[in-house]
């Protein structure tokens, strides 16, 4: 017991002090949370507006407010020539020249124009201008002429809950960072162990090679927990994530995805021939995960042979658990597809470690 | 009892001989030499006893514990140097001490551990910041810390310069006074005289000789070494062929005769001079050493 425990130590001591690992394990992830999470993909959609006047007169100025007040418009004034290269530069919805006197009192024939310069090339933000301003026009108009709607719509919204990026995103960042932290971490050091003959040392002591591998696998089990409530908390203060479910069932997913991928690690390091090899063969089992896993988004909209596969990746089977314990809460029986697939998959990764690791070179007694 | 018994140990790679039916016995408390050149078969033979090559055929015994059946209670009785010492890098000197002494689940004082190798100022750096002297003083403690019966060192000062070779040397001469059985290879002739009290000489998986020092000079017969400079019409192969000569060493006008009679030898080398055939400068006669008796017993030199 007390060499497992100073062997944890130590391992956990290395780890930390390993500043490569410490970037793979904590910055790295972090980073891909902030970007994403501050590219903020489903904030409300604005259009923005140049708005050309001069010295509008008093009826004038109420219809300008009128414009100005409506959220969806973020309103940029300027001269016409500043304007115009704003919309040309693709920076602007549509530009409005509004002339001083665009409401004179009623009777009068020929009503004045307000020119709506848009982009050709972006119809759809031209035509949501235009019809805002159509509506705006036909209710001025209509409060002009004293006359009375027809009827009225009365909006009732009906609260459903939607989900933040942020939280599609959090999860699937938790998850990638494990599975990292779980691959290249094992892969690598004891790639280095057996090429530097440290294993061979270790294997000259009364030690048992289970040990030396469970210290290792305790430290990494730990630093998972620590990369896991770490993010949690950051998206808990940066972006006003929440966690819907139960941390336990939370903490049963982050060690059954941490074991899948262990696994896959000294698999790696097992056939690895040489050490420089160990992050080719690791990139290239991993990469393909990090896009189809659920990670940053939905493998579902992909063709379908791809989504078919991505269905079925261990990365998938512990994003999607975890996104479904933080963000809808869910328990036990609602993830328990997830559940088996990575148990499935632990046992598989673990069986394969088993057969293909060795602390010794085999000889040929 | 003797420390290690070995009989019959026999190692195939493949077609490959590693070593070859070899049998000696170590005594309690000795310091004995495995001594050959690079692919004589040593460090197979130390880590088939060390229990970490399993044997093709053979019996080692340590402390009277077979090695093939319970390789675990040697490990725990034994303290191993492995020729590549190399450790954890982000360990400092005095976390790994503590860390080997776990292996065994024990602990140990490590200022006194350290003090004994003399890496008191070190304890606080890694691995890789120590000279290539202080790293196998490193590597002894760490095979120390268990309080071995048996300590195997491989090859402890290849690489190293010569004033850490001698640093090396007083460190296993002190390990030896306290009692402990030492068993270590080496390819350099003269740590073998200077530590070992019994050598074995191998070579091509044989073991070719085993014998004191002393008695490995006396049996090859060989008294002297003779190192001479000539120039002149002789043919160089002539001094090899002089009264007494078994062995010559030549390079670029020097030349040293291993003789098993130098007043012979010598007879014959300044007859040669008389005769004005050579032109003799720088001669001088030493005591013969083990790498002469190498060069004898198996006609090629230790290194090349």
Known sequence: MYCLYVLTVVSMKMFVRNRQAMFFTLFFPLLFLLIFGYMNFDAPLRLHIGLVTHHPDAPTDRFLGQIRSMDVFRIHQGALKDELSALGAGNRAAVLDVPDDLLTPAGRSDPKTLTAYTNAAEPTASQAVLSILDQLVDKTSLAAAHARSLFVIQPKSVSVHQTRYIEFLLPGVIAMAVMQMSVFSVAHVFAIYKEKGILKRLMATPMRPIQFVSANIITRLIIAMVQTFLFLWIGLRMFHTHVAGAYWLLTVCVILGSVIFLGLGFTISAVSKTNESVPVIANLVVMPMLFLGNVFFSASNMPAILAGVAKYLPLTFFADALRAVMTEGAGVWSIVRQLVGMTVWSVAMVGLATVTFRFQERQNA | ?304
Request: glycine fraction near 8%; charge should be negative.
């Open chain 2, 1 to 304: 009892m003797a420390a290690i018994e070995v009989s019959h140990l026999t190692k195939r790679f493949g077609a490959l001989t590693a070593v070859d039916d070899i049998s000696f016995a170590v005594q309690s408390g000795e310091t004995f030499g495995v001594l050959g050149p690079n692919g004589a078969g040593k460090t197979t033979t130390l880590e088939m006893i060390e229990g970490l090559t399993p044997p093709t055929a053979g019996q080692i015994h340590v402390e009277g514990i077979d090695v093939r059946k319970n390789p675990a209670a040697v490990k725990a009785i034994i303290g191993v140097q492995l020729q590549a010492s190399s450790f954890f890098d982000k360990l400092t000197v005095a976390e790994l001490i503590v860390t080997f002494a776990a292996l065994y689940n024990r602990r140990v004082n490590v200022d006194r551990m350290l003090a004994d190798v003399q890496l008191t100022e070190k304890a606080g750096n890694t691995a890789k910041e120590l000279s290539g002297g202080q790293r196998q003083r490193l590597s002894i403690a760490a095979a120390l810390v268990n309080d071995p019966k048996v300590l195997f060192l491989d090859e402890p000062t290849t690489g190293l310069d010569p004033q850490a070779r001698r640093n090396l040397w007083e460190l296993i001469q002190q390990i030896k006074q306290s009692g402990k059985t030492v068993v270590l290879t080496t390819h350099y002739m003269e740590e073998a005289e200077i530590l070992c009290d019994r050598i074995a000489i191998m070579d091509h998986a044989r073991i070719i000789a085993l014998d004191s020092p002393a008695g490995l000079l006396a049996a090859s017969g060989i008294g002297s070494r003779i190192e001479f400079k000539a120039s002149g019409s002789v043919q160089e192969n002539t001094f090899g062929q002089l009264a007494g000569v078994v062995g010559l060493e030549r390079n670029n006008g020097s030349f040293c005769a291993i003789t098993s009679d130098s007043q012979a030898t010598l007879d014959a080398l300044f007859a040669l001079a008389r005769g004005g055939a050579v032109k003799l400068e720088e001669l001088a006669v030493r005591r013969a050493t083990l790498e002469d008796v190498f060069l004898k017993l198996t006609g090629h030199q230790l290194r090349e």
